[in-house]
Nanobody, 122 residues
Framework: EVQLVESGGGLVQAGGSLRLSCATS????????IGWFRQAPGKEREGVSC????????YYDGSVKGRFTISKDNAKNTIYLQMNTLTPEDTAVYYC???????????????WGQGIQVTVSS
């Protein structure tokens, strides 16, 4: 059974930082693409960042480039999203997802976590 479990969300003030974790199991991490996505109320789900489990290649959405950093620990089958200089516009439910295409397009991912709330206050 594939599982993706997010942790590390919460409430933070603008300018602050949070680190999200996504612990995965049930699929071959080293052969997968794992991504972070977010969905704000009334908006579509959007890609934030993704990483190749095989070679560590990464993509970032332009809105987070330079502020967010995605990383992985293959030994733990876990990916992380370090989020710095957070703004209220980053408020959303954040999801991690796994698939086989390194992409920021949600429909290319096969497995999803349950999501975790990140709220940035002004």
């Amino acid at each position: 059974e594939v599982q993706l479990v997010e942790s590390g969300g919460g409430l933070v003030q603008a300018g602050g930082s949070l680190r999200l974790s996504c612990a995965t199991s049930g699929f071959t991490f080293d052969e997968s693409a794992i991504g972070w996505f977010r969905q704000a109320p009334g908006k579509e789900r959007e890609g934030v960042s993704c990483i190749s489990g095989r070679d560590g290649s990464t993509y970032y959405d332009g809105s987070v480039k330079g502020r967010f950093t995605i990383s992985k620990d293959n030994a733990k089958n876990t990916i992380y999203l370090q989020m710095n200089t957070l703004t209220p516009e980053d408020t959303a439910v954040y999801y991690c997802a796994a698939g086989y295409i390194l992409s920021l397009v949600p429909s290319t991912y096969d497995y999803w976590g349950q999501g975790i709330q990140v709220t940035v206050s002004s």
